[in-house]
């Protein structure tokens, strides 16, 4: 079996970014609204802190893969698990900015509804996107 990974083109870092920026941005609206779409289905099932950290779970395993294969041209499974692992740093970064929104939301407003819930993961997760790129880009994924 052959791994391949395609050329990740001319090494002018401008160029890649503008190259990688339109797949990275699909692939964070896509994997925000199926995080969560995770949320509210496990939170009706379990408090907010149980729920944020399946959901983000599952979609920072989904993302990465995606991100690789999509965004940085990264084909075949050689070296996918160093990749999800690196990638776990970021899952980490988002886990803390997320937690605490949701820590913050329930010290300001206890009886947060659902939409205020999600709105405060909204823009945690928004912090949290760029955070991953930057760490994708220049750690995860550099030079390939």
């Known amino acids: 079996m052959t791994f391949t990974r395609e050329p ?4 002018a870092a401008g ?3 503008r190259r990688q920026l339109p797949s990275f941005l699909v ?3 896509l994997s925000t609204l199926f995080y969560l779409l995770l949320f509210v289905v496990a ?3 379990t ?3 149980a729920a944020n950290l399946i959901a983000l779970a599952v979609s920072a395993v989904a993302n990465t893969a995606a991100n690789r294969r999509f965004t940085f ?3 075949g499974s050689e070296g996918a698990l160093k990749d999800q692992l690196q990638g776990a740093v970021a899952f980490l970064i988002g886990l803390g900015l997320s937690s605490g929104a949701l820590a913050l939301l329930d010290l300001l407003v206890p009886d947060a509804s ?3 819930e999600v709105a405060g993961l909204v823009v945690a997760n928004g ?3 760029v955070a991953r790129f930057l760490l994708l880009k220049v750690w995860v994924f550099r030079g390939r």
């Open 8 to 11: 990740a083109g001319p090494p």
């Open 127 to 129: 912090l949290a996107t």
């Open 73 to 75: 041209g990264i084909t």
């Open 15 to 17: 160029r890649n970014t």
């Open 27 to 29: 692939i964070g609206v």
């Open 114 to 116: 659902r939409p205020v």
């Open 47 to 49: 408090g907010a802190q």
């Open 43 to 45: 939170r009706s099932v």
